[in-house]
Each structure stands twice: as structure tokens, then as C-alpha cells.
């Protein structure tokens, strides 16, 4: 069963209640105009600090402070904005998205700019076989995520396009956010800094849960 270009897998949508087939005029008017979040221009300290290649012996711009300055503002190797609109979530740290915005990623409307979203689902086997979203990877380990992402990274085919990496559990509330954050402590240790192998990191809101009773209710509602 599709929601637009969008599939969910595994999980038995024939009973009446469950069926998602179409949004609503509302949904499909939000998903055919996002309002990509546009960065404020940064101040002149913070402009310093922001060229790509940022070096290590210039001792006030050591990465901590960076981070701390550019977190909200730039990906994480500080060379461009977020594709994303992102929403605030429980771990201040990690960028979330609604459902709405995983629906418009995966929809491909953002072709021009991102190759490849990869959605990592963190849940235990048993729970990704009740239900996943298509085509995400059921990677619960931090071997599993290791051997798949940072031992033969995945690589945009143009240098002008993006891969995206999203990752959820059941909630989102800690297996998602931890899986996000080893990829990244990870990928710090195997580059030089500000380098990265996935610079763009999401969480999905509410995880699989709220994904799956969002549409399910906004059909129902319909």
C-alpha cells in the first residue's frame, strides 16, 4: 500500500482501518511545497571559523567551539546547510524530522540535491519484521552498522549531490539517537577533522510508532 511514492512493508494494511492509500489535500499541499530551512547569515566571528578547511593549530577555533557554533547552522563537515526542514527532538545534540518531511525525502522531490537516503532501522529483528518502512536496513548493532557504513562508505556518484543518512528505533528515544551518534563518533575518528563520510545525520521523530499512527490516523480522519 503507497503514500504517494511511499511503501510500508511487512506489516497486513488490508483491513479497512488500516488501509493507507492516499493523503489528505492538506498533506499533499505541504509535501509539493517544503519550506526548506535556510540558515540566518552567520556573524563575522563565525564566518571565521566556517572555511572548509578549518586547521587545527588556530587555537580559537578549536572543534568544540565550532561544533557549538556551526552545529545549528551547517552540516557536519560545515560546507552547506541541512537539505532537511528540521524540527527540535528530545536530544538537543541530533537533527529530527517529522514523518512529513521522511515522506518528502523519500519521494524523491529533492532529486537535484540528494542521491541516496539511507533509513537505518535500529529496532530488534522480531519488530522490524512486524512492520518497516521500505527499503530501510535493519541494522541494530554497532558491528552491523560499522561493517555496512564506514567499512565501504557510500558515496554520492556527483560531488554536487548528498546521501543522507536517517536513522529510527520503536520511538526514537534512545537506540535511533545512540546508532546516530556512533556513526558520527565514529566517522570523526576515521577522517581528518572537519572531513566526514556522512556529514548529514537525521532522526526520525517519534520513530517508527508515530510514523505508522500519523498516516493510519490521518487516513482514518479522511
Same mark, same amino acid.
Not at 512486524?130 to 554497532?142: D, P, R, W
Not at 572537519?194 to 480522519?221: A, D, I, M, S, T
Given at each position: 500500500?503507497?503514500?504517494?511514492?511511499?511503501?510500508?512493508?511487512?506489516?497486513?494494511?488490508? %483491513?479497512?482501518?488500516?488501509?493507507? $492509500?492516499?493523503?489528505?489535500?492538506?498533506?499533499?499541499? @505541504?509535501?509539493?511545497?517544503?519550506?526548506?530551512? $535556510?540558515?540566518?547569515?552567520?556573524?563575522?566571528?563565525?564566518?571565521?571559523?566556517?572555511?572548509?578547511?578549518?586547521?587545527?593549530? %588556530?587555537?580559537?577555533?578549536?572543534?568544540?567551539?565550532?561544533?557549538?557554533?556551526?552545529?545549528?547552522?551547517?552540516?557536519?563537515?560545515?560546507? %552547506?546547510?541541512?537539505?532537511?526542514?528540521?524540527?527540535?527532538?528530545?536530544?538537543?545534540?541530533?537533527?529530527?524530522? $517529522?514523518?512529513?518531511?521522511?515522506?518528502?525525502?523519500?519521494?524523491?522531490?529533492?532529486?537535484?540535491?540528494?542521491?541516496?537516503?539511507?533509513?537505518?532501522?535500529?529496532? @530488534?529483528?522480531?519488530?522490524?519484521?512486524?512492520?518497516?518502512? %521500505?527499503?530501510?536496513?535493519?541494522?541494530?548493532?554497532?558491528?552491523?552498522?560499522?561493517?555496512?557504513?564506514?567499512?565501504?562508505?557510500?558515496?554520492?556518484?556527483?560531488?554536487?549531490?548528498?546521501?543522507?543518512?536517517?536513522?529510527?528505533?520503536?520511538?526514537?528515544?534512545?537506540?535511533?539517537?545512540?546508532?546516530?551518534?556512533?556513526?558520527?563518533?565514529?566517522?570523526?575518528?576515521?577522517?581528518? @577533522?572537519?572531513?566526514?563520510?556522512?556529514?548529514?545525520?537525521?532522526?526520525?521523530?517519534?520513530?517508527?510508532?508515530?510514523?505508522?499512527?500519523?498516516?493510519?490516523?490521518?487516513?482514518?480522519?479522511?
Amino acid at each position: 500500500y503507497t503514500v504517494g511514492e511511499f511503501y510500508f512493508e511487512g506489516i497486513d494494511l488490508s %483491513k479497512e482501518n488500516h488501509r493507507i $492509500t492516499n493523503l489528505d489535500d492538506k498533506m499533499i499541499c @505541504y509535501l509539493d511545497s517544503p519550506e526548506i530551512t $535556510t540558515p540566518p547569515p552567520l556573524s563575522p566571528s563565525i564566518q571565521v571559523c566556517s572555511e572548509r578547511h578549518i586547521q587545527r593549530s %588556530k587555537s580559537f577555533c578549536n572543534h568544540t567551539e565550532i561544533e557549538k557554533l556551526l552545529d545549528k547552522e551547517l552540516i557536519g563537515d560545515f560546507t %552547506k546547510s541541512f537539505a532537511l526542514s528540521t524540527v527540535e527532538g528530545k536530544h538537543q545534540d541530533l537533527k529530527y524530522i $517529522t514523518p512529513e518531511m521522511m515522506v518528502f525525502a523519500l519521494s524523491g522531490q529533492l532529486h537535484h540535491v540528494v542521491e541516496r537516503i539511507v533509513v537505518i532501522d535500529c529496532r @530488534y529483528p522480531y519488530e522490524f519484521e512486524g512492520g518497516h518502512i %521500505k527499503g530501510a536496513l535493519n541494522l541494530y548493532q554497532e558491528e552491523q552498522v560499522e561493517e555496512y557504513l564506514l567499512r565501504t562508505p557510500i558515496a554520492p556518484l556527483s560531488p554536487d549531490h548528498r546521501v543522507l543518512l536517517v536513522f529510527h528505533c520503536e520511538f526514537s528515544s534512545e537506540r535511533g539517537p545512540g546508532m546516530c551518534r556512533f556513526v558520527r563518533r565514529r566517522d570523526r575518528a576515521m577522517n581528518e @577533522y572537519p572531513n566526514l563520510q556522512y556529514p548529514e545525520l537525521y532522526v526520525l521523530k517519534g520513530g517508527y510508532q508515530e510514523f505508522f499512527h500519523h498516516f493510519r490516523v490521518k487516513h482514518n480522519r479522511g
